[in-house]
Every structure is written in structure tokens, then in C-alpha cells.
């Protein structure tokens, strides 16, 4: 594996309906390469920004020491990036060195049709390249659906690049039913009905990104994108183990903050429950709903944020356990008790 920062010129138009230069990177973003693919991220960071007579933060700045407070945000299945942007402003004007990555897959990463190049474990992989790249030793690790698992793939495979984990809506044993209910018809028709998905992304296209707000557009990029990928990709983590097995996860030493709420079926409140506690070190954080982070974040951040002044204290970095060793069972906090799907 190589690992290259690349720069943009000249502008071409994404599947998005994003501007890339002539490298093929989107412009400003940077990039790297992971077994001769393409990986795309942004970093945020340089903060602490200063408080402003509103009680705001103010613009923090876009570049970071190297090992300062790193925090890798990573996304949902078939979404980008852009879905973390304004969480990732909000962690990096409070002092935190964010990056937000695309996946193998997707956004403005390569998008390759093999579907053996899609796995869990191959996910987990490529966070620990950018890590190598990037040069940090250890980072927090936070994921939303499919990033939630590899945040926990990598808690088994490299536990020791981890100082803490945000697992936002697991996709565990109580999810699988309504999962393989929910993503079969989209594999059908991106696999078996290309040519008409093909269309209907030309047609998503062509709506302009300015003419949406920014939730709105990460939404439709669902559709934008290529559907020849995304169908590779869905029969690549369906025929993968989706996360480690629990009496695996009961080892996870790693600090954890789980987030969950209720009334999904795909991610359901009860996988978060079990999950926070069978961690040693984790607790459950419940959100009053699926868009509470998005559309009302002040709570969740906050959260957040006070997490990752916890793990990043000099006190956490002398009590963490190191790993492979035992470490006493804490206790589980919770909102609400008892977690209930």
C-alpha cells in the first residue's frame, strides 16, 4: 500500500454533481491510495475556538499538530462524508483534530464494481491506513450505521489504535431481519435494474446541489451516485461477517459512547442497549430520534464533546487498559435504564 496526498486543478463534474480536478479528487479534498484505490477525507481542526459574546464558538481554524486530539467521523452505508460536515465543525471548534472520510465505495473515494473489495474487515483496514498516513497513533473513532461497525472491527483487529469509540445506531443481532428486509429490494434493482437506476441518477443530477439545503443533498446523493458500485458493495458486506461476534465484543476494553433511539427497525434501540452493555467501558446515550443529531444537535454534541475530554485527559490516558489485558467491568449509564428495541 502507498499512501499520496494529491492536489486539485481544473474542474470536472462527479457523480454528485461535485467539482473535481484533473487528479480526480474533489476540489480541496484530500486523498490517499489503499491497495491502488483511492480514498478521499477532509480534516477540520486547530481549535479550541474562541467563545464569542453570544456564547457561540467561533471559526476554528483548518489544520492541526499532527497528534491533536484526533477524531475519525465515518459514515453510513451508501452515503459520504458530507453527512458528518457540520458535526465535524461543531467537535473541531472545541479543540478536537477531526477527519471525516468516504469509505471504499463511496462519495468521492474510488468506486470499484468487484464486490470481494467490500467487507467489513477491509473497512476497518482502510481507517488504520489513513491513520498510517495521517501519522496518528491512536484516535477516537465514532460511526454511524455501517461506520459504527467499523469503528468495533477495528476495536478487534487493531484495539490499540483506539482511544475511544461514538457508536451512533449498531447494526447488530437484532437488526438483521429487518436489514436483509430493507437493503434486498435496493440490491435487486441497483444489480438487476442498472439501466434504470442508471437514469433515474441522471436525472438526480441534474438538480442543482444550491438549490437544496445540506441534509437534502445528502440524501439525494443516495440516488445521484453510479448504481453499478453500490449494488457491488451491498453483495460484498452481505456475504461478511456485519460485526464481531458478542462474546468478542465483551473484550472490547476501549472506552465507547453508544448512541441509540427508538422506533427504527434497522437500528434498533435494543442493539444499542445490548451493546453498551457488553462493553467493559461503555455507556448508552439515547437521542430522542433518528435526526436529533442532525436537525437539533446542541444535546448530542455536547455529549459528544465531553466524551472526548474524557478520554483525551491525562487521567484516562494512565487508566485506559492496555490491550489484551483484563480490566474491571464498569458500570452502564443510561437515560432511561432497561434498553428496549
Given at each position: 500500500m502507498s499512501a499520496c496526498a494529491n492536489t486539485t486543478s481544473a474542474l470536472l463534474t462527479t457523480d454528485y454533481g461535485w467539482d473535481r480536478g484533473t487528479d480526480g479528487n474533489l476540489n480541496g479534498m484530500s486523498s490517499f491510495k489503499f491497495e491502488g484505490q483511492r480514498i478521499a477525507y477532509t480534516e477540520f481542526g486547530g481549535g479550541p475556538a474562541a467563545?464569542?459574546?453570544?456564547?457561540?464558538?467561533?471559526?476554528?481554524?483548518?489544520?492541526?499538530?499532527?497528534?491533536?486530539?484526533?477524531?475519525?467521523?465515518?459514515?453510513?452505508?451508501?452515503?459520504?462524508?458530507?453527512?458528518?460536515?457540520?458535526?465535524?465543525?461543531?467537535?473541531?471548534?472545541?479543540?478536537?483534530?477531526?477527519?471525516?472520510?468516504?469509505?471504499l465505495g463511496h462519495g468521492q473515494s474510488d468506486r470499484p464494481r468487484d464486490m470481494w473489495r467490500y467487507s467489513m474487515g477491509i473497512l476497518a483496514q482502510q481507517?488504520?491506513?489513513?491513520?498510517?498516513?495521517?501519522?496518528?497513533?491512536?484516535?477516537?473513532v465514532m460511526g454511524t450505521s455501517l461506520g459504527a461497525n467499523t469503528a468495533l472491527e477495528i476495536a478487534s483487529?487493531?484495539?490499540?489504535?483506539?482511544?475511544?469509540m461514538v457508536i451512533e445506531m449498531p447494526v447488530l443481532d437484532n437488526a438483521l431481519l429487518w436489514s436483509a428486509l430493507f437493503f434486498t429490494p435496493q440490491l435487486v434493482a441497483l444489480t438487476f435494474g442498472e439501466p434504470a437506476?442508471?437514469?433515474?441518477?441522471?436525472?438526480?443530477?441534474?438538480?442543482?446541489?444550491?438549490?437544496?439545503?445540506?441534509?437534502?443533498?445528502?440524501?439525494?446523493d443516495l440516488i445521484r451516485q453510479e448504481p453499478g458500485p453500490s449494488g457491488a458493495l451491498?453483495?460484498?458486506?452481505?456475504?461478511?461477517?456485519?460485526?464481531?461476534?458478542?462474546?468478542?465484543?465483551?473484550?472490547?476494553?476501549?472506552?465507547?459512547?453508544?448512541?441509540?433511539?427508538?422506533?427504527?427497525?434497522?437500528?434498533?434501540?435494543?442493539?444499542?442497549?445490548?451493546?453498551?452493555?457488553e462493553l467493559p467501558n461503555g455507556r448508552l446515550l439515547e437521542a430522542d430520534s433518528l435526526v436529533e443529531l442532525r436537525m437539533h444537535p446542541e444535546r448530542l454534541t455536547g455529549e459528544i464533546a465531553s466524551f472526548l475530554d474524557e478520554v483525551w485527559s491525562?487521567?484516562?490516558?494512565?487508566?485506559?487498559?492496555?490491550?489484551?489485558?483484563?480490566?474491571?467491568?464498569?458500570?452502564?449509564a443510561s437515560r432511561t435504564g432497561a434498553a428496549s428495541g
Open positions: 467563545v464569542t459574546a453570544a456564547g457561540g464558538r467561533g471559526r476554528t481554524a483548518k489544520s492541526a499538530p499532527a497528534n491533536t486530539r484526533p477524531l475519525i467521523i465515518v459514515h453510513g452505508v451508501l452515503l459520504s462524508q458530507e453527512m458528518h460536515r457540520p458535526l465535524a465543525k461543531a467537535l473541531a471548534a472545541r479543540g478536537n483534530r477531526v477527519i471525516t472520510v468516504d469509505l481507517l488504520i491506513a489513513l491513520m498510517d498516513h495521517l501519522q496518528i497513533e491512536q484516535a477516537v483487529v487493531a484495539p490499540e489504535r483506539l482511544r475511544g437506476m442508471r437514469l433515474i441518477a441522471r436525472g438526480a443530477r441534474a438538480v442543482p446541489r444550491w438549490l437544496l439545503p445540506h441534509y437534502a443533498n445528502v440524501t439525494l451491498l453483495q460484498g458486506l452481505f456475504f461478511g461477517r456485519i460485526a464481531p461476534h458478542r462474546n468478542e465484543r465483551r473484550t472490547f476494553h476501549v472506552p465507547a459512547l453508544v448512541l441509540g433511539h427508538r422506533r427504527d427497525p434497522i437500528h434498533p434501540f435494543s442493539d444499542a442497549g445490548m451493546l453498551a452493555d491525562p487521567q484516562s490516558a494512565r487508566s485506559v487498559p492496555r490491550p489484551k489485558r483484563p480490566s474491571k467491568r464498569t458500570g452502564v
